[in-house]
């Protein structure tokens, strides 16, 4: 077993091995891993039969086991090293926060990304985080930091002297279209070391706190699982190009769904009847055909501020499943509402460019930018009532925040007694309904108000509210 290797050795014994793999599996459950038993079972298998002295074997195995897709990878990766954590690095220097200690940490890091060598770049990281992440003076506000080491070490800023030595090794040729690819290495190499940071940083914190808490409060979810208030750009691409699977699992559970229905309830009185060849024994029921139909679906949607990407990934989500429905309309409002339909159509091309898209080319606004429910209501309802009939579910998305203005209730009323159906999908928690200038409750008075903060909530409320 190697040195970096060391820290699984206690895992050998079974009842350490059943309680680390025990914790991490607990730990992916909380992160929205469907993990049961049998592939738990399967995961303890696999690392017999691997044993533990290659930790990368141990996380392939469990890797192969436990993960349903490749985009868990990233969270199963983050959640290993706490449980299954590399062996502690014997720092080869120590530093004092100086900014000689400073240079000379950078110097070495330059070395370690020109050679590519993955033992040095761990070592670095764990005496990085040792000599410039720690923060707190007192034993119970002690803790390690990623973010202050890596802004004190700036690994960004070694490209270009690391692609000065890469030029210089014996034997490397510098032809000019090359250099793009030897940036993007260099680069691939610091991010690589960035996150090595941030893992010693985690299995420090984990070691004072408590893998478990760590575990969930430390490791970023999945973007599915990412609060729609509070993902970035970033996370709001990664869900984009998850639209088109989500809509085919949804568009699976609503064929499913629709197929039951199909076949209608119980005719008590014609069951009776047929029953009396049988002397009265209801051998086969007679059910009552539903007619084939397909429900109509509008959609009303705030686009200003924060909400704006829950907004856009549910136009996107339910256009992509626009087959299962006789129609599809989509209205988008700040505080004047039209139609975008055609926008979202003709937008599925390039999700990215949506929002820009709407507040280019639709007429959102009227003598100021914030979003005004009570006026979007009663212009809806106003110009566009003939898009509401008994066959039709309206879901309305926003956080029900009026910036003071009147919550019009008596337009939300109009809707809903014209619809099938209304629901509105709120992406606030329940908690801050009704608070400030959020009129929540009072709208969830007249319809269906649910709360939903993510993509993983919404896929589960799509599916089980749209109509068959």
């Keep these: 077993m190697s040195a970096t290797d060391a820290s699984t050795a206690p895992a050998s014994a079974p009842a350490a091995t059943a309680a680390r793999l025990t914790g991490l599996v607990t730990a992916l459950r ?18 017999e039969a691997v ?73 670095l990281a764990a005496e990085a985080v040792g000599g410039f992440g720690g923060f707190g003076s007192g ?54 070391f960035r996150e090595r940071v941030r893992t010693e940083a985690r299995r420090r914190v984990s070691e004072r706190q408590g893998r478990d808490l760590v575990a969930r409060r430390a490791v970023a979810g999945t973007a599915d699982s990412v609060d729609f208030l509070l993902a970035g750009r970033a996370q709001l691409d990664e869900l984009r ?24 309830e119980i005719d008590l009185r014609r069951t009776l009847r047929s029953s009396l060849s049988t002397g009265g024994v209801p051998v086969r029921p007679v059910l009552r055909r539903r007619p084939p139909r397909r429900p109509e679906l509008v959609l009303l949607c705030d686009v200003s501020g924060s909400v704006a990407g829950f907004a856009q990934f549910t136009m996107l989500l339910v256009q992509a499943l626009h087959d299962q429905f006789s129609r599809v309309r989509v ?34 606004t009227g003598w100021h930018g914030q979003s005004d429910y009570g006026t979007a209501l009663g212009e809806f309802a106003d110009r566009y009532v003939e898009a509401l009939g008994p066959r039709t579910v309206v879901f309305v998305l926003g956080d029900a925040r009026t910036n003071g203005s009147d919550p019009n209730l008596a337009a939300l009323k109009r809707i809903g007694d014209r619809a099938r159906r209304v629901h509105w999908l709120n992406p606030e928690q329940p908690s801050l309904w009704g608070t400030g200038d959020s009129v929540a409750p009072a709208y969830a008075g007249l319809v269906d108000m649910r709360p939903c903060r993510n993509a993983r909530q919404l896929g589960a409320l799509i599916g089980r509210l749209l109509p068959v």
């Design 30 to 47: 909380a992160h929205g891993f469907g993990i049961g038993t049998g592939e738990t079972v399967d995961a303890g298998h696999a690392l």
């Design 241 to 264: 190009r998850t639209v088109r699977p989500l809509a085919r699992k949804l568009a699976t559970r609503l064929a499913a769904r629709r197929c039951r229905a199909s076949r209608g």
């Design 51 to 123: 044993g533990f002295t290659d930790r990368e074997r141990v996380r392939e195995a469990l890797a192969a086991t436990l993960l349903h897709g490749e985009g868990q990878r990233p969270v199963f990766d983050r959640v290993f090293d706490l449980y299954f954590p590399l062996g502690r690095t014997t720092a080869t220097e120590t530093y004092e926060d100086t900014a000689a200690d400073l240079a000379t940490l950078r110097d070495r890091l330059a070395e370690a990304l020109t050679a590519g060598d993955g033992n040095a770049l761990d070592r």
């Design 331 to 364: 209205f988008a409002f700040v505080n004047r509402v039209d139609e975008v339909t055609g926008l979202i159509a003709r937008g599925s091309a390039d999700p990215a460019g949506l929002g820009d898209r709407i507040l280019a080319e639709a007429e959102l």
């Design 139 to 192: 034993p119970e506000s002690d803790g390690w930091s990623s973010y202050q080491t890596l802004s004190r070490l700036r690994p960004e800023t070694l490209l270009a002297r690391v692609r000065e030595r890469l030029r210089a090794a014996p034997g490397q040729e510098d032809p000019e279209f090359t250099e793009r690819l030897l940036d993007d290495e260099i680069r691939r190499r610091i991010e690589a």
